[in-house]
């Protein structure tokens, strides 16, 4: 019999576990150990940080899953691995102590650290940006939305940046998805006029993504992904500006360098 542990259970970690469960069955003994008690479906947060999804509406908890698949879970934050010893250290979320957990096979999957320290100003906790990269930061984001809300049906204007922001960030997705839902959502609520969209990217052009482009079909014409977004910000009247990487960020201004080297602010 095989120790399998899994630390983190996102897409990566959830995704062993379950073809792990499915495939070795009772003779093996599999353990996740992961820091929430449920899984967090994190493409949602796009919808959360505008308000048009309940945060409750993507998360499941895991140890119903586990149980039928004989996974044996612990809640808790892995705090200290021994590779020598073959053992792992987790602090059990319930505040009744620390497990040791050992293993013959460990599978670290606890996802990215967000880097927020390596732009100044930027970051809902240190900084003056939000952020939809976790519940917490999707749900500050929201919030800070709705306020945003508020001022324009007082007739007040509201400019909002959407982008990354970082020089080295690699991924524009969720971003790109986000600029267009509060669009979206702006023009529900009848405040869209009331509204500066924009989009400022460390891109090569709009619609790059981080994987060079993609091409796509639309109204039965086939598009590179340049030509498809360009067309969607022009018809939303959201503005962009790309190829431009954050340097730093205070209450009024983004800082920038571009590719040429230029710096300027936005
Ligand atoms: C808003 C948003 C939208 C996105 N949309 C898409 C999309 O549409 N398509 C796409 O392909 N990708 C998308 N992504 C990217 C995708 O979500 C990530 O690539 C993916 O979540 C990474 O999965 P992961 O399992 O590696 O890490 P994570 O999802 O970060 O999971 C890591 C897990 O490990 C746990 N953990 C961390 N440290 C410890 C510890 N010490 N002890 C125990 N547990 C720990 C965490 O709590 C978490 O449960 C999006 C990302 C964001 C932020």
Redesign the pocket.
Known sequence: MSKIVI????????TAALYLGDELGKEHEITM????ER??Y??S??WV?VGTMAPEKTRFPLAPVYDKMNIRFVH????EIYPDDNYVI?EKKDGSGTVRVDYDYLIV????KLNFEATPGLGPEHGYTYS???MQH?VQSRDKFFESVERMKKGERQKIVVGTGHPGAT?Q??AF??ITNIHKELLRMGLRDKADLLWLSNEAEVGDFGVRGVKTRWKGQVLTSKEFIEAIFREYDIRWEVQKGVREVDEQKIYWEDYDGNFGET
Do not use: D, H, K, M
């Not at 808790?76 to 705090?79: D, M, N, V």
């Not at 999957?109 to 990215?112: D, K």
């Open positions: 630390i983190g259970a996102g897409f990566a970690g959830q150990i992961n820091l929430s899984f967090l994190v493409p947060l796009v940080g808790g934050r892995a705090s987790a999957a606890t996802g990215p939809i990269c976790t999707a991924c997705g969720a998805e986000y």
